[in-house]
């Protein structure tokens, strides 16, 4: 069963950084796609990032592009998102998850694992 775990969440200022990490356990993980998620109160689930584990292409939010990375580390089954540049507008519960198949997608749907989250509150 594969289980994701996110961490790293808090509270920053405008203009901050925060680095959320996601554990991954359960499977091998060369063949899966995982990506990034949030959801602000009162709005949908949105996509924010996405890379494919085994060749590492990536694909980026336009709202995100060149603020936000997405990494992972194969000896460590972890995803990460490097967040800089933080705005209110960001502020969101974050959450990781996981698809079979390398090519990076943006639609919630296609991912059926997903962590609990993590909130980024980000303050003005």
């Known amino acids: 069963q594969v289980q994701l775990v996110e961490s790293g969440g808090g509270l920053v200022q405008t203009g901050g950084s925060l680095r959320l990490a996601c554990a991954a356990s359960?499977?091998?993980?060369?063949?899966?796609?995982m990506g990034w998620f949030r959801q602000a109160p009162g709005k949908e689930r949105e996509f924010v990032s996405s890379?494919?584990?085994?060749?590492?292409?990536?694909n980026y939010a336009d709202s995100v592009k060149g603020r936000f990375t997405i990494s992972r580390d194969s000896a460590k089954n972890t995803l990460y998102l490097q967040m800089n540049s933080l705005q209110p507008e960001d502020t969101a519960v974050y959450y990781c998850?996981?698809?079979?198949?390398?090519?990076?997608?943006?639609?919630?749907?296609?991912?059926?694992?997903w962590g609990q989250g993590t909130q980024v509150t980000v303050s003005s």
């Open positions: 998850a996981a698809k079979v198949g390398g090519l990076v997608i943006r639609s919630a749907s296609d991912y059926p694992y």
């Open positions: 359960g499977r091998t993980f060369s063949g899966y796609a």
């Open positions: 890379i494919s584990w085994r060749a590492g292409t990536t």
